[in-house]
């Protein structure tokens, strides 16, 4: 077998949750299961930009939990739904991108089920047959360990909460720091 033969067996599996992924978002897409909770999100939260932008938030912190803090799931479902959302303010498509791909590279890779933590402690409990000594952390013990991303989520939130760095999209796509009437 050759490098790029190779190289494409070992993708097998991110081929294969992202191709269920997009399935699954195109039946959701298709039965108005996402314009349901586009028009549900708008009537009771996104009112305003920051109300977009919470819910934005929210979603994507959601969807990790439920998806063990996989990042592609949570980038894929919730990049077309936050997208969406932030068009409802003319919110600028960086400022969309930002929270979605911040908030999943953040909240993930905190949370005890992680794939990311069980893959740690995996590895470690590897490495016990030639380092007798290492004490392999329980997940939960982990949840303050990780502070980083733990202060991504934070400094994320804060900056929806106070509107620090929003930016609108204005004519031909540029980039519009206030709008008149918006908060």
């Not at 905190?110 to 030639?130: C, D, E, H, K, R």
Request: net charge positive.
């Amino acid at each position: 077998m050759g490098i790029i033969t190779e190289g494409i067996s070992g993708m097998y599996g991110v081929i294969l949750i992202v191709a269920a992924v997009v399935s699954l978002l195109e039946v959701m897409k298709a039965s108005g299961a996402i314009s349901s909770l586009i028009a549900w999100s708008r009537k009771h939260f996104a009112k305003s930009p920051t109300g977009s932008e919470l819910v934005m938030l929210f979603n994507t912190t959601l969807w990790n939990f439920l998806t063990a803090g996989v990042t592609t799931n949570a980038v894929a479902v919730c990049g077309p739904i936050n997208s969406e959302l932030g068009q409802i303010y003319e919110i600028h498509p960086y400022r969309r991108a930002n929270i979605t791909d911040a908030i999943a590279n953040s909240f993930s890779y905190f949370m005890p089920w992680s794939a990311y933590i069980l893959i740690f402690i995996g590895v470690a409990q590897g490495l016990l047959t030639n380092y007798p000594f290492i004490t392999i952390p329980q997940p939960i013990q982990l949840f303050f360990a990780i502070f980083y991303p733990m202060a991504i989520w934070v400094v994320m939130f804060v900056s929806v909460i106070t509107g620090y760095g929003r930016e609108f999209e204005g004519e031909g796509g540029k980039v519009v720091y206030k709008k008149p009437g918006l908060r």
